[in-house]
């Protein structure tokens, strides 16, 4: 599947040297498109968490919890993306643009064998995993519904993932935003009539908000897939001569399984923090559940920063750059908290009318809000962690995030979740306050190990 003829002048897509010019600059036209995608996937969350909303707060709290353990799929195939894009940075930075298509061909071979062994998962072990939360029964029957239909159809978000990965790596960030544009408006267009019913539809409540999340990937990697194999983007896959590579396929995994590790266990602490939340009622674990989904769209501009800088600092260590990889670092963490710190102006000012999009159950805004205002200590330096994280894991050096992230989930998260919420009076605020000293905890050690520069030695 590699095309060694086609050169960039022959391609739709900009062949822009990213290790050169401005490097503020370059993270500004990578990472702008790159939010767009971001922001767009998880505006489609929220659509769809107002769309469940409607139908009451089991169904909010059941989805919720849900959409944690879907996470866990998602986060293993987002480590095992990072090796890819590690990769496929490198090389484009190298000029070795036919490995950097042979290393992406190998990627789709990842995707059909892990969109099985999940399938086969949903199939026989989603009431298992769900009734080890204790949640009241009509939550663990709408969470039950939609967790085994997302499941079953995860190779389309596989897919998806590994084309929009893989196209941002070779510099291409514009492309995928397209695609992304498109499928995502279908998404929220279709989306209500299948939750509640509209017009000749019928009411398929969450499982309605399931099949529209399979669907769309899908669509995204059909189109996704054309675009690669017609060479309009700075990839290009071609079909002759292709055979599975098992060596670059292990090299992907050595690189991805820390950050695979890295996801599951900040999923898991994520599932950790709702059970510490379920003794308090279906209210908390609601509001709960509203705040990550909130915080999904707060942390876009922040992941996509990383993820362009990342793109960088792979690139520049391909091109033998290493000084200015580490520029495109502290420059991309600059930009964000720009950001963060105008966020959290507005999340403290309009936090009950941020919770009452979603629901105006008087109880659920004021609990919401209180979680959310809590949240802000938290959010002004949540950029530092994923910001250098994602230049770390860049450079293919993904062994060091995964250790710390590690560390600041299961070693200061989750205790002190579990000692404020149940030995002091703070309950179930408790759980959020220990969310915030593990965010500061987690920053002042990721900048740490940035500054030191271990990671621009790394060799893939």
């Not at 978000?157 to 544009?181: C, H, N, R, Y």
């Not at 990889?325 to 999340?347: D, K, P, Q, T």
Request: glycine content about 10%; charged content about 10%; aromatic content about 10%.
């Amino acid at each position: 599947m590699v095309d060694e003829k086609s050169s960039p002048q022959e391609r739709t897509a900009s062949s822009r040297d990213w290790t050169k010019g401005s490097i503020v600059h370059n993270i500004l036209l990578l990472s702008w498109p790159i939010i767009v995608v971001n922001i767009l996937w998880t505006v489609n969350l929220i659509l769809e968490m107002i769309w469940v909303g409607k139908l009451g707060a089991a169904s909010i709290a059941g989805m919720g919890i849900a959409g944690i353990i879907y996470m866990l799929v998602v986060m293993v195939k987002s480590g095992i993306s990072m090796g890819e894009r590690a990769m496929v940075a490198r090389f484009i930075g190298a000029g070795d643009a036919a490995t950097a298509n042979h290393v992406t061909s190998q990627g789709y071979v990842i995707d059909i064998v892990y969109g099985a062994v999940v399938a086969v998962i949903g199939i026989l072990f989603t009431e298992p995993i769900f009734g080890l939360f204790g949640l009241e029964a009509n939550a663990v029957n709408e969470g039950v519904i939609y967790l085994r239909i997302v499941l079953i159809g995860s190779v389309t978000e596989s897919l998806w993932m590994t084309s929009f990965t893989v196209m941002q790596a070779s510099g291409d960030s514009v492309t995928p935003m397209k695609v992304a544009i498109f499928i995502r408006s279908v998404n929220a267009a279709i989306c209500p009539f299948l939750v509640l019913g509209w017009w000749v539809f019928p009411r398929l409540g969450v499982s309605g908000a399931a099949i529209t999340y399979v669907i769309v990937p899908g669509l995204g990697a059909l189109i996704s897939l054309w675009v690669l194999f017609t060479g309009r983007t700075r990839l290009r896959l071609v079909l002759r001569d292709f055979r599975p590579d098992l060596k670059i396929i292990w090299r992907m995994l050595k690189i991805g399984i820390p950050a695979s590790v890295m996801g599951l266990g900040r999923t898991f602490g994520d599932l950790a923090l709702s059970w510490f939340m379920i003794p308090f009622g279906t209210l908390a674990v609601a509001a709960h559940s509203l705040l990550n989904r909130i915080e999904l769209f707060i942390n876009m501009p922040g992941m996509s920063l990383g993820v362009g800088a990342g793109v960088l600092v792979g690139q520049n260590l391909g091109a033998d750059q290493p000084k200015r990889a580490s520029r495109s670092g502290w420059l991309a963490l600059g930009l964000g908290e720009v950001f963060m710190v105008i966020c959290s102006v507005v999340l403290l000012v309009w936090a009950e009318n941020i919770i009452s999009i979603f629901n105006v159950d008087p109880g659920l805004v004021k609990l919401g809000s209180i979680f959310l205002r809590i949240a802000v200590a938290g959010y002004l330096v949540m950029y530092f962690i994923y910001i250098l994280q994602n230049c770390i894991s860049g450079a293919g050096d993904t062994m060091p995030p995964m250790l710390i992230t590690l560390a600041m989930l299961w070693v200061v998260q989750l205790p002190l979740a579990f000692l404020l919420s149940r030995f002091t009076d703070m309950g179930m605020y408790g759980v959020r306050w220990a969310i915030v000293i593990s965010f500061v905890v987690g920053a002042i050690t990721f900048m740490t190990y940035f500054w030191q520069g271990r990671w621009k030695r790394k060799n893939i």
